[in-house]
């Protein structure tokens, strides 16, 4: 018997061991997806040192609400990989289904199956709390000048007695392992201007050189990983690892098969991590802090002539940054980049194309060499730290070193991400290449008008393909909303996969037909805001039933804001509004109150129409009250939209409606979370059966009854 069939042997008994064990209920289609996943990794071509040689390494499945897909692509891949010896890492985009699959999903599999093997959960440093830093916060608290800070978010604000006894309250849990120093495991919700100061980054991160590595709650979780055969982390982390070069803190691309669950986000996710921003007060102010805190390192440096001399330079790189930047500020201060007179609220101007003035290209290409300059100094001051920590250098005591080492990272890593921003305005796009989206923000304070400068990729396929697919050994992307209108074609644009990815679309064993959706008499045609919250607090009124679960869904904060108001008291007093309150505290009174027989109307936005989970009676009527477009204000989906037009594309058939029929499908299948769910959807938006593009949208969604007007 061949390998590959030795390994499909062992993925069917291992299915069948589960089905028994679990006395689950087998699907064709959770079946239909072990197959198509394992024949797509076992067909894999690698060389004899097991690295991927041929250029397909993807594969798409579509897996409908109550397909069991966790379970699946567990069955499928876990064996795989194990007879491959490639890690087998499973990414999220959120914390609730990292935090099912790994208390929940691979647990069972292992005590039920009959498999042996580990799993481990992988975060980011800056969900542990670095213990070094706490340290400074509690001791250095009384003593610390703020004019001395190395860098804005170092301690240089006194401790207000809250954030004191929170702290100290931090030593004794983590003393008395009480807490292991992951934020998401703290007691109570961590806001950030409490986490920062106590939490680092890698470039802040000091490693084996600190005093207090035996006890960091970071390495420690991360014991155990290389041992581990699957690793459960979340799409963030994965793309920082690639930016780090891959392997920095998850298993090297090549020898890791990866399986992205909910990969709808995966290109989004990647586009944020790749976006530059930086504000220019807060730029100056930096250079200033920067400055600084080198003044007082001089001070205490007791060494050889290199790091004066390394400072000096860097004085001198500041110097001509804070000139240049000077210049950057009076060009940006004309009135075709400036909000009117008096603007109280934010605005943002987005360059047509990309396409920024050759005078801005030439600033940032100047700033753009003397930002290099600056990251190249301030990383030979944090080796000479280093080699100071190491016992290699002297001229600073070891403890007294690491602290800079760790204030030295941070800079170095922030002069690096100024260095991107001017990169990014410098760099002229090609007439051939898909442009970068760049833009300035701004905002009214009391004291004047502040100016934040970001730029973009509009489009993650190069992204991807150049850091992720032609790097890994495999990857499976799966979400119950892959495909858009139908098709796996966006996916495959957009995230710059091979149009030749293995690709299945497995349909929700749930029965639709039980269940309806409702386009009433009542559906309005978006106009004018005053006129549409009025015919939508009418049409509200007249569908929602008191006695129910409901859910409605808005794309419009202050819409959502204004019909609550124009709701009126009986009805308020039934509506629990996003924003309130946390969401799993509305969410948990929302249940409440179903438990003790009640009524209850949850109004939320866009993250409520996707990752709620309200079975049986807890939902049994969701609302739509507009279509999901995409706002076309924000500078990144406008830019796209425009590169598509330019292109002698048509934005809104390629773009809005695909984008707004994933919205949709995965809002409406907020309804049905379990086999035997039933209830209604009703969409007010009468564009669903008014327009062409509305009957695109209905003949996506899932085969529910249809009842109109």
Known sequence: MSDSANVKQDIQQL??????????????????????????????????????????????????????????????????????????????????????????????????????????????????????????????????????ALFEDELALKLDVHQQALYKDMVVQLGGNQWDGDRDAWKEPLSEDHWRPVTTDHKGCTNRRCSHFSQCPFFKARDGLEQADCIVTNHDLVLADLALGG?????????????????????????????????????????????????????????????????????????????????????????????????????TYRFSQGVVPAELVQISHDMTISSARLARDLGALHSLMDDVVKGDQNGLPKDQAENYLAAFGVLQQNSEQQLGLFQAYSKVDKENEVPMARWLHHWQTPERVDLEMSASPIMAAQLLQENLWSRCYGALLTSATLTALGQFDGLIAHAGLNPRSAMLAVASPFDFAKSQICVPKEAIEPGPEAVFVDD????????????????????????????FEGMGDLWQDLILQQGESSKQRLLDQHKQRVDDGEGSVLFGLASFAEGIDLPGDYLTHVVITRLPFTVPDRPVPSALAEWIEKSGGNSFAQLSVPEASVRLVQATGRLLRKEDDQGRITILDKRIVSKRYGQQLLQALPPYERKFG
């Open 15 to 148: 299915y069948r061991q589960l089905v028994k064990q679990l006395a689950l209920k087998p699907r064709w289609g959770q079946k239909q997806m072990i197959a198509t996943v394992a024949n797509h990794f076992l067909a894999i071509k690698a060389d004899v040192e097991g690295n991927r040689s041929d250029d397909n390494p993807v594969c798409l499945v579509e897996a409908g609400t109550g397909t069991g897909k966790t379970l699946a692509y567990m069955v499928a891949c876990l064996p795989i990989a194990k007879a491959l010896d490639k890690k087998l890492v499973i990414s999220t985009a959120t914390i609730a289904l990292q935090e099912q699959i790994i208390q929940k999903d691979l647990p069972a599999l292992k005590k039920h199956g009959g498999y042996d093997f580990d799993f481990r959960l992988a975060k980011g440093r800056r969900r542990y709390l670095c213990v070094s830093r706490l340290d400074q916060a509690l001791s250095q608290n009384a003593s610390i000048d703020p004019t001395q």
């Open 536 to 563: 939508l607090i009418v049409g509200l009124k007249s569908q929602l039933n008191p006695d129910e679960a409901s859910l409605v869904l808005f794309t419009s904060k202050r819409v959502m804001q204004l019909v």
């Open 247 to 347: 392997g920095a803190i998850l298993p090297a691309p090549q020898d890791t098969m990866y399986i992205f669950d909910e990969g709808h986000h995966l290109a989004d996710k990647t586009l944020k991590q790749f976006t530059h921003q930086q504000g220019i007060r807060q730029l100056s102010r930096w250079y200033g802090q920067t400055r600084s805190g080198l003044k007082k390192f001089l001070k205490e440096w007791q060494g050889a002539g290199k790091g004066a001399q390394v400072c000096a330079q860097i004085q001198e790189h500041i110097e001509g940054l804070e000139t240049q930047l000077v210049t950057l500020e009076q060009f940006l201060d004309q009135p075709a980049f400036r909000p009117e007179e008096g603007y109280q609220k934010q605005e």
